[in-house]
């Protein structure tokens, strides 16, 4: 395995997460105030439907300009072609700023305008038409900001987009405290908190990659990247469908208690996501183009996904084993009104790994700029989403949105992976593969199933122990080959040394 694009790709992932953690932590840090303050789990439902919307129209304005301009970047926008010059660069960059800054406030400032109506016929959520118009315009400013954040990852300059996550991160905290605790505002004030700190993660890109401040539209630079991009966009909508509509259909059945719920479970499971999957996802690009011009890249790729298999798995069998104590430690509401949000945490966590899995699949596509394929497969698996929620949601409530996640993101897997091999072959590795993933999932059904109640003394005991346990059986087993174990072990110590 190319040591050295594992070394990379996981040096500059592990500083992504510090930045991923507080840019996105902020809903973790505070949920125990959300549980309290909020009136109960309908409202907190309602912020989450709201943040729907907001991220839909806020994808629609990006037209996938930030992969578009990786590839373009690092192709000079055709198959095969070279990485540009810094001059050249420097021109395609102001030209997609430029680009983003003229769609984002078409998109999301004309989406502000009807957000109230919005609001009240299409997400049944009323009431809520100023917070909706908030986000939409902090979703904007972020969408204004992508092309900073896309160069810098390509560049592996990773330290400043910390510091702009960790900007942020406290103008969001604070702001959200000040918005529930001194001013009771509710939602309301933390859309205000989030278009703050949208707009301070905006100017410090400004201050950290010049082009930014030379914004302007040539239609001859922003065409090869609309071509690669917007194809991209139905994907990038659907994906966002198949992770959050059931926070609509919640509240169409009349269930936003319901809803309130899995929403409370979800942000727990999505420390799959934001722990691993982003930051990872974000330094992919940077590193698959190198991997793909060496011989042996179709078995770099099969294994890439087996240590993803590996890494997700452990961290997900763990987010589920801490699943029931971290909601009941957190949930401060007066009558324990989120008890039973655990459920489905082990189900959406698998979710989340098999997300992780589809976007290394995908790197066929990503390389020969075959991005339509990629859209239709994920619109696939958003279509059966929206049809099993609607399905399962009224008979089975959480654990049904739970379920429709998974074989979603299931189908989006299978049919990605298959459309990718055919442009790009890999070579999965599925002995490994099932083997993992089987002692993982039998793991977490025996003790679930088996083992003390999770809210006692020798149950927290067995699955702190599990947490361990399991991933140590599965090394011992020989789930990692020495070249893997040796690699894995350079990198940890070189990122220790760097902490």
């Known amino acids: ?218 239609f001859v630079l922003v065409k090869p990247m609309l071509r690669y991009g917007v194809p991209l966009m139905p994907g990038a909508v659907a994906s966002i469908v198949l992770s959050l509509s059931d926070r609509w259909f919640f509240n169409y059945f009349g269930m936003a208690d319901d809803g309130g719920l899995y929403a409370f479970g979800d942000k727990w499971a999505r420390l799959v996501e934001m722990v691993l999957i982003t930051p990872l996802v974000a330094m992919w690009p940077a590193v698959y183009f190198n991997i793909a011009k060496e011989p042996d890249a179709q078995r770099q790729f099969g294994r890439i996904a087996t240590l993803w298999l590996g890494l997700g798995g452990a961290f997900a069998f763990a987010v589920t084993m801490a699943g029931p104590s971290l909601t009941s430690l957190f949930d401060t509401s007066s009558n324990q009104l989120y008890a039973g949000a655990a459920r489905a945490i082990g189900v959406l966590t698998a979710g989340y790994v098999v997300l992780g899995l589809m976007e290394v699949a995908r790197v066929g596509l990503a390389i020969t700029g075959r991005t339509r394929r990629t859209a239709a497969a994920v619109v696939a698996a958003a279509a059966l989403n929206v049809g099993l929620n609607f399905w399962l949601i009224p008979a089975l409530g959480s654990m049904g949105a739970a379920w429709s996640t998974l074989l979603s993101y299931g189908l989006a897997l299978v049919l990605v992976l298959a459309l990718s091999r055919r442009v790009c072959p890999q070579t999965w590795e599925w002995g490994r593969l099932a083997w993992g993933s089987g002692v993982f999932v039998g793991s977490a059904l025996l003790v679930s199933r088996y083992g003390p109640a999770a809210g006692t003394v020798p149950g927290v005991c067995l699955r702190a122990g599990a947490v361990f346990a399991v991933p140590a059986f599965l090394l011992a087993t020989g789930f990692l080959t020495l070249e893997e174990r040796t690699a894995c072990r350079l990198l940890l110590a070189e990122n220790w040394q760097r902490v």
Not at 93 to 104: H, M, P, Q, R
Not at 145 to 154: D, F, H, R, S
């Open 1 to 218: 395995m190319g040591s050295g694009h594992l070394a990379r790709l996981g040096k500059h992932s592990t500083v992504l997460l510090v930045g991923n953690l507080l840019s996105r932590g902020v809903g973790l840090v505070l949920i125990g105030l959300y549980t309290g303050k909020l009136e109960g789990p309908a409202e907190l439902n309602y912020w989450e439907a709201l943040l729907l919307a907001s991220t839909l129209v806020s994808m629609v304005s990006a037209h996938g300009i930030t992969p578009a301009l990786q590839w373009v970047l690092k192709t000079g926008g055709s198959q095969g072609g070279g990485e540009l010059d810094q001059q050249a660069q420097e021109r395609v960059v102001a030209a997609a700023v430029g680009w983003l800054l003229l769609t984002a406030a078409i998109v999301c400032g004309g989406a502000a305008l009807l957000a109230g109506p919005f609001s009240r016929a299409v997400l049944n959520v009323p009431g809520h038409g100023l917070t909706l118009a908030l986000l939409l315009l902090s979703q904007g400013l972020r969408v204004a900001t992508y092309a900073a954040e896309g160069v810098l990852k390509l560049r592996f300059r990773t330290v400043p987009l910390v510091l702009m996550s960790f900007g942020e991160f406290i103008i969001q905290l604070v702001g959200t405290i000040l918005a529930l605790v001194v001013f009771e505002t509710g939602l309301e004030g933390m859309a205000i908190a989030a278009l703050v700190a949208a707009l301070v993660r905006f100017g410090l890109g400004l201050a950290w990659l010049p082009e930014m401040r030379h914004a302007r539209i040539d």
